[in-house]
T-cell receptor, first 114, second 115 residues
Framework: QQQVKQSPQSLIVQKGGISIINCAYE??????FPWYQQFPGKGPALLIA?????SEKKEGRFTISFNKSAKQFSLHIMDSQPGDSATYFC?????????????FGTGTRLLVSP | NAGVMQNPRHLVRRRGQEARLRCSPM?????VYWYRQLPEEGLKFMVY????????ESGMPKERFSAEFPKEGPSILRIQQVVRGDSAAYFC?????????????FGPGTRLLVL
């Protein structure tokens, strides 16, 4: 019940296209859903995050869509650029633990071709 | 403001040796988290510490692994008698507060290779 399932495992998108990565969870106590971006040899960096009181959050070219009833959330990258090529992780946590005990998905390796 | 620092960045150990991984949180951050990332997998929570206290170590193996965050100095993740299965990237993160609302800032990781 603590798992976060992420798909696809890898994704190739043309420059200018839309990249879509999906995640699903089971634990209804999760109340914080961040996305992290990780470049090779680096640590994950917070990209954007959402709480379940909203269905969508947009920051620049990055949008999170959240479907509480389906227990799914997704990351959309508009106008994808070669510099977006990285591994993306979704995650979830619940404040019931008293701290942000992040449960990560398995990651999506995105390649944006020029 | 320097980010989270981890050292060493790469560590090679032979089976049976000890590995010591260090994490210096961002200035002003008193909460530290350790995660392990196995090849081709996501990060897995290991332990959450505040200064001089282990708050949650539910993700840390009971044997051979220990963590500390002393009043002065970096947080240390210690792995005794390493085995090949310990080969992974170990990331620490820090935050200025806790409670479920905090943002965790990750360091660059220590890549441990056990021969």
């Amino acid at each position: 019940q603590q798992q976060v399932k992420q798909s696809p495992q890898s994704l190739i998108v043309q420059k200018g296209g839309i990249s879509i990565i999906n995640c699903a969870y089971e634990n209804t106590a999760f109340d914080y859903f961040p996305w992290y971006q990780q470049f090779p040899g680096k640590g994950p960096a917070l990209l954007i995050a959402i709480r379940p009181d909203v269905s969508e959050k947009k920051e620049g070219r990055f949008t999170i869509s959240f479907n509480k009833s389906a227990k799914q959330f997704s990351l959309h990258i508009m106008d994808s650029q070669p510099g977006d090529s990285a591994t993306y992780f979704c995650a979830a946590s619940t404040r019931n633990t008293g701290f942000q005990k992040l449960v990560f998905g398995t990651g999506t390796r995105l390649l944006v071709s020029p | 403001n320097a980010g989270v620092m981890q050292n060493p960045r790469h560590l090679v150990r032979r089976r049976g040796q000890e590995a010591r991984l260090r994490c210096s949180p961002m200035k002003g951050h008193s909460h530290v988290y350790w995660y392990r990332q196995l090849p081709e997998e996501g990060l897995k929570f290991m332990v959450y510490l505040q200064k001089e206290n282990i708050i949650d170590e539910s993700g840390m193996p009971k044997e051979r692994f220990s963590a500390e965050f002393p009043k002065e100095g970096p947080s240390i993740l210690r792995i005794q008698q390493v085995v090949r299965g310990d080969s992974a990237a170990y990331f620490c993160a820090s935050s200025p507060l806790a409670g479920g609302q905090e943002t965790q800032y990750f360091g660059p990781g220590t890549r441990l290779l056990v021969l």
